[in-house]
């Protein structure tokens, strides 16, 4: 299983970025998939997912009413739409994501996580 990340770059605050997330070679639907991000000297922080199956989404707090994550069943692919952005959501953002549902209680854990992307960096100044 791969996962490809895209869309990253540099953006003034208050601007906008659309990350996206190809996943190929899966043998097991519906999955959880989404994003994490990671800034220098901070752990690695969970920031949204959705679960293929019946389009459940999970929200970092400190992205709700910001960001907003889609998918396309069709092409496997997974979008965020980052809106409002801030200095603070600077980091390298990673795609995630494993064969099972998006636990409520689980999303937000790393180690739950089978597959991840290279990362994409997004830099807001």
């Known amino acids: 299983v791969q996962l490809v990340e895209s869309g990253g770059g540099s953006v003034q605050t208050g601007g906008s970025l659309r990350l996206s997330c190809a996943a190929s070679?899966?043998?097991?639907?519906?999955?959880?998939m989404g994003w994490f991000r990671q800034a220098p000297g901070k752990e690695r922080e969970g920031v949204a997912f959705v679960y293929f199956g019946g389009g459940c989404t999970y929200y970092a707090d400190s992205v709700k009413g910001r960001f907003i994550i889609t998918r396309d069943k069709a092409k496997d692919l997974v979008y965020l739409q980052m809106n409002g952005l801030q200095p603070e959501d600077t980091a390298m953002y990673y795609c995630?994501?494993?064969?099972?549902?998006?636990?409520?209680?689980?999303?937000?854990?790393?180690?739950?996580?089978?597959?991840w992307g290279q990362g994409t960096q997004v830099t807001v100044s």
């Open positions: 995630a994501a494993h064969p099972r549902y998006c636990g409520s209680a689980t999303w937000t854990r790393s180690v739950e996580y089978d597959y």
């Open positions: 070679g899966y043998t097991y639907t519906p999955y959880c």
